[in-house]
């Protein structure tokens, strides 16, 4: 499974970004997917996931601003991102686990900045 993820930038406090992540396989075969971040000098943590039945789980910290959903048909996952905040500056990999084995896409920069 290769995942190529997209979407991050420079956005300003308060803004949006929407991150994107496509598999090159039926999504339909890949149990959950997710995103996960990494800050600088910080470990790598979740920050959402989807399941093949559409069970959303959220990180505490992103409750309520962050909203993941999956495209089927286009075997696309994306991060909806709002209210972002400097402390959301992070590299967000894209994340799937299918059968027993877990896949990594390559990361995308998310920088909040004014």
């Known amino acids: 499974v290769q995942l190529q993820a997209s979407g991050g930038g420079l956005v300003q406090p308060g803004g949006s970004l929407r991150l994107s992540c496509a598999a090159s396989v039926s999504i339909t075969s890949i149990t959950i997917m997710g995103w996960y971040r990494q800050a600088p000098g910080k470990q790598r943590d979740l920050v959402a996931t989807?399941?093949?039945?559409?069970?959303?789980r959220y990180a505490d910290s992103v409750k309520g601003r962050f909203t993941i959903s999956r495209d089927n048909d286009n075997n696309t996952i994306y991060l909806q991102m709002n209210s972002l905040q400097p402390e959301d500056t992070a590299v967000y990999y894209c994340?799937?686990?299918?059968?027993?084995?877990?896949?990594w896409g390559q990361g995308t920069q998310v920088t909040v900045s004014s």
């Open positions: 994340y799937a686990h299918k059968w027993i084995y877990n896949y």
């Open positions: 989807i399941t093949t039945g559409g069970s959303a």
